[in-house]
């Protein structure tokens, strides 16, 4: 028997991809591979990102090499960290703000 289906064009198959996008993952580790995707696409696409977690690894060093105690050490990261989850959330707004209005220029954006 001969397979009559077309071949994907690269819009179905991006639409196939998106519908799968909103899966749940199956199992823990599968929710631990999406997170670091989801970090490693902020590092490798987000300047300030990037230069946050610079700037967050040399604070947490200079922590260490001045012998700081364990709780301002504590302090150190968790601020370090909200301001990468702070980074983060920003880079999703404007990824749906880009969305919403495309590539174009608005005010209210």
């Known amino acids: 028997m001969i ?7 690269p819009e179905t198959r991006g639409r196939r991809l998106r519908a799968r996008a909103w899966t749940v993952a199956s199992d823990l580790p599968a929710s631990f591979r999406y997170a670091a995707q989801g970090l490693a696409y902020g590092f490798a696409s987000q300047r300030n990102f990037r230069i946050h977690v610079i700037t967050g690894a040399v604070v947490f060093g200079l922590g260490l090499w001045l012998q700081l ?10 601020t370090v960290a909200a301001v990468l989850v702070l980074e983060l959330l920003n ?9 919403a209005i ?7 954006a």
Do not use: S
């Open 69 to 78: 105690p364990t709780a301002q050490l504590a302090v150190l990261v968790l």
């Open 102 to 108: 495309g590539r174009q220029f608005h005010p209210l």
């Open 3 to 9: 397979n009559l289906r077309p071949l994907p064009t």
């Open 91 to 99: 880079t999703a707004t404007e990824a749906v703000v880009d969305l």
